[in-house]
């Protein structure tokens, strides 16, 4: 079974709310809420994708200091195995703004199993109700 490194980041605003964004339609799991980010390029690090992803996903700019791992999923999915590390981020520059997505909200983390998720992004939930 393949192997897919994804890397998420879990921004946390001022009021500590964490934004999650909705998958596009067309794409696989359209219509599912998740934490920001992509798959990890061949020779790049988490860090660098996250710095890339953020920057096209969303039009912020986010240093590498800035991003502190926190935990991570594994998800066996039908075809492939997923493997996604969450990172922390609090600061950055610029207003995140859905380019990719569908929508993108500000959530309180306990408030966010209100939100359908894929199978893979759901057990991150705890860490970010602790850290929070």
Sequence with gaps: MRLLLVVAAA???????VLIAQRPEGKQLAGLWEFP????EPG??????LIRELAEELEIQVKEPCLAPL???????????????????????????AVEHQAIRWV??????????????????????DLV
């Excluded at 921004?11 to 709310?17: I, K, T």
């Excluded at 935990?71 to 066996?76: K, M, N």
């Excluded at 195995?81 to 207003?95: K, N």
């Design 11 to 17: 921004l946390v605003d001022a009021d500590g709310r």
């Design 37 to 40: 980010g992509g798959k990890v």
């Design 44 to 49: 790049e690090r988490p860090e660098e994708t």
């Design 71 to 97: 935990s991570f999923a594994s998800h066996r999915y039908e075809d492939f195995h997923l493997l996604m590390p969450l990172y922390v981020c609090r600061r950055w520059e610029g207003t995140p703004r």
């Design 108 to 129: 309180v983390p306990s408030r966010l199993r209100d939100f359908p998720m894929p199978p893979a992004d759901e057990p991150l939930i705890p860490a970010l109700i």
